[in-house]
Antibody
Framework: EVQLVESGGGLVQPGESLRLSCAAS????????MSWVRQAPGKGLEWVSV????????DYADSVKGRFTISRDNSKNTVYLEMNSLRAGDTAVYYC???????????????????WGQGTLVTVSS | EVVLTQAPGTLSLSPGERATLSCRAS???????LGWYQQKPGQAPRLLIY???SRATGIPDRFSGSGSGTDFTLTISRLEPEDFAVYYC?????????FGQGTKLEIK
């Protein structure tokens, strides 16, 4: 059974930093890209960042580029999100998600989130 | 960036009825594939549909997805009480993942 368990959330002041962790089990971790998706209180889902199975090719949403860094340790089956210069607008539940892909011949394909963690709440407030 | 717009924002129906949820893209989705997710209060999202109309593990066959280009639909053929939730569509292109803003399906 796939399990994703996030930790590291909490209350921080604007401008401070926080590191989230997501411990994975139940699948071959290094074979899958992993992503972070957030949800502000009462709002919809917003993709934040993704990292390939090997740890390369990180991508970020424009809203966090230059402030957040995604990384992974395949020996520990864990993916991280280092968040710097936090703002009130970063307040959200942060979900870790396992990325899978389906190809559309000649038309690229879809990458989607098959498994999700339970989320960890980050609150940025003075 | 492809923007996904879901309609309606809220859909009020009764158990046993058919639900049709729309997701419109700001430009053509090259793959013609979307993901659809269900989220209940206090829970993480759950994958329902991916690709053309593949159901995730354990998803009943009353859920189906269709569409191409810019217009996509999630259909729930006969609503069960547990289906009342918020639904999101999602696409991937240009190394960016985007979600629609969600449709809340509520009991009438």
């Amino acid at each position: 059974e796939v399990q994703l368990v996030e930790s590291g959330g909490g209350l921080v002041q604007p401008g401070e930093s926080l590191r989230l962790s997501c411990a994975a089990s139940g699948f071959t971790f290094s074979s899958y890209a992993m992503s972070w998706v957030r949800q502000a209180p009462g709002k919809g889902l917003e993709w934040v960042s993704v990292i390939s199975g090997s740890g390369g090719s990180p991508d970020y949403a424009d809203s966090v580029k230059g402030r957040f860094t995604i990384s992974r340790d395949n020996s520990k089956n864990t993916v991280y999100l280092e968040m710097n210069s936090l703002r009130a607008g970063d307040t959200a539940v942060y979900y870790c998600a396992k990325v899978e892909a389906i190809a559309a011949v000649g038309r690229g394909g879809l990458k989607y989130f098959r498994h999700w963690g339970q989320g960890t709440l980050v609150t940025v407030s003075s | 960036e492809v923007v996904l717009t879901q309609a309606p924002g809220t859909l009020s129906l009764s158990p046993g009825e058919r639900a049709t949820l729309s997701c419109r893209a700001s430009q053509s989705v090259r793959s013609n594939y979307l993901g659809w997710y269900q989220q209940k209060p206090g829970q993480a999202p759950r994958l329902l549909i991916y690709g053309p109309s593949s159901r995730a593990t354990g998803i009943p066959d009353r859920f189906s997805g269709s569409g191409s280009g810019t217009d996509f639909t999630l259909t729930i053929s006969r609503l069960e009480p547990e289906d009342f939730a918020v639904y999101y569509c999602q696409q991937y292109s240009g190394s960016v993942y985007t979600f629609g803003q969600g449709t809340k399906l509520e009991i009438k």
